[in-house]
């Protein structure tokens, strides 16, 4: 039995920029869909459902005994898709937890997605998401790999206190590679959907900037890797070179 309390929702579409029809691209034998939706199945900790626009995707979905569910076209984020997913899915208010997880990290694991739960044991925490200790000169300075800058509350977790694309904060010591996977409390997710983009997300184009400008409270735990997102082709082909291996 699954926890009701807990929602995990997948936003996928196939109009991505770089690499249009991403979810459907076969690595070792499976769509990418569903190697994420094998994944957050495996985690074991709650309702698991694709959020699409695309009827493609859904078939494929529930082709492989997932469960799917059709959201408008024209939401702005993926944000946005899961939370019309969270309301058809849960019109009666169950799920306390709505669980983000990108359609695009096919070789995260189990015990990654798992971890966005524990902060919630504090009333206080709004939103947790996840980072990983930065080792590499390159990663320090991409604009591409986002920093996660918080103060330590406790072993392995941060209070988020900024996100950017700037290398940061300045000085010796850890800097973090944000990983976009989000868990909300139910009225966090409610509250930022209906909050306008915030000058620093539009800014920074960082998403997340507009719940820190809003003084949400967001959680952050440092797990020991990221997730190998897919953005390119030759962010795939590391995908399929990886998962052959599996």
Do not use: C, W
């Not at 997880?101 to 997605?113: C, E, R």
């Amino acid at each position: 039995m699954t926890d009701p309390r807990i929602l995990v929702l997948i936003p996928a579409r196939m109009a991505a920029t770089r690499l249009p029809g991403k979810p459907l691209a076969d690595i070792a034998g499976l769509p990418m869909i569903v190697h994420v939706l094998r994944r957050a199945e495996a985690a074991g900790i709650g309702r698991v459902a694709v959020a699409t626009d695309t009827d493609e995707i859904a078939a494929v979905v529930t082709a492989h005994g997932g469960e799917a569910v059709m959201t408008r076209t024209t939401h702005p984020s993926g944000s946005d898709r899961v939370h019309e997913a969270m309301q058809k899915l849960d019109p009666e208010g169950k799920a306390e937890i709505v669980i983000n997880l990108q359609g695009d990290f096919p070789t995260i694991t189990p015990q990654t997605i798992r971890e966005v739960l524990p902060p919630f044991a504090d009333p206080a925490v709004d939103i947790v998401t996840l980072a990983s200790q930065i080792h590499t000169e390159e990663e320090d300075l991409a604009p591409s790999v986002v920093k996660a800058v918080g103060s330590p509350i406790g072993p392995r977790r941060l209070r988020a206190l900024y996100f950017t694309r700037a290398t940061a904060p300045y000085g010796n010591g850890p800097r973090y590679h944000h990983i976009g996977l989000y868990a909300y409390r139910r009225a966090a997710l409610e509250r930022f959907v209906s909050l306008p983009p915030s000058p620093l997300e539009l800014q920074e184009s960082l998403e997340q900037l507009r719940a820190v400008e809003a003084g949400m409270r967001i959680d952050i735990m440092i797990v020991d890797s990221v997730p190998r997102g897919v953005d390119t082709p030759p962010d795939l082909e590391t995908a399929r070179s990886i998962l052959s291996k599996s």
